[in-house]
């Protein structure tokens, strides 16, 4: 099994620009998530969905746009990138979605570069 | 808040030596988590330890709980070059939805 597959691993973008990372699990994973990582500032997770056609937002949402129309997939769109956005995004998942959360898996990141 | 708060927020050992490592948190919970990440990768799961639980082992990694006391212990033992990265601790509380919030992380280095 590829676990979760991230794409790409390296973007850089110029302020303004739209962009869409990529997530994909095959493990049948109703819980999704992503979260950016910063020197500094731990994690902080941005969106998550509990399943298909289901998400809410996590600590710092603006400026993402999510949508979960399969189980498999959870891209994360950037509406207009901006330097502030300039980070290492890490999409999860799980298999469980209600009172004891389960172990997350992690994909190996995507590093933003917004210039 | 949930999120958990690790310490120290760096620990430096020599090989073979142990290392523990701290996680203190606010809320009460339904589990706590350790995650651990290398340089440039993902997380990846280490233990969870149910909030009934206060003891868990796996391997060389021995996680203690007090829920008294809200806070969590991770120790390594005999530690080896290839321990050399940063642990998280996640403590979970389901709020009417499953969020795992994370701390800033421990950097352990095992020096040879």
């Known amino acids: 099994n590829a676990g979760v597959t991230q794409t790409p691993k390296f973007q850089v973008l110029k302020t303004g620009q739209s962009m869409t990372l990529q997530c994909a699990q095959d493990m049948n994973h109703e819980y999704m998530s992503w979260y950016r990582q910063d020197p500094g500032m731990g994690l902080r997770l941005i969106h998550y969905?509990?399943?298909?056609?289901?998400?809410d937002q996590g600590e710092v949402p603006n400026g993402y746009n999510v949508s979960r129309s399969t189980t498999e997939d959870f891209p994360l769109r950037l509406l207009s990138a901006a330097p502030s956005q300039t980070s290492v995004y890490f999409c999860a998942s799980s298999y469980s979605r209600v009172r004891v959360a389960g172990e997350l898996f992690f994909g190996e990141g995507s590093r933003l570069t917004v210039l | 808040s949930q999120q958990g708060e690790e310490d120290p927020q760096a620990l430096s050992i020599q090989e073979g030596e142990n290392a523990t490592m701290n996680c203190s948190y606010k809320?009460?919970?339904?589990?706590l988590q350790w995650y651990r990440q290398n340089s440039g990768r993902g997380l990846v799961h280490l233990i969870l330890?149910?909030?009934?639980?206060r003891e868990k082992h796996s391997g060389r990694l021995r996680v203690t709980l007090d829920t008294s006391k809200k806070s969590s212990s991770l120790l390594i033992t005999a530690s080896r070059a290839a321990d050399t990265a940063s642990y998280f601790c996640?403590?979970?509380?389901?709020?009417?939805?499953?969020?795992?919030?994370f701390g800033q992380g421990t950097r352990l280095t095992i020096n040879p």
């Open positions: 996640a403590p979970y509380l389901f709020q009417g939805a499953q969020k795992l919030v």
């Open positions: 809320t009460s919970i339904n589990n």
């Open positions: 330890i149910r909030s009934n639980e």
């Open positions: 969905s509990v399943g298909a056609g289901i998400t």
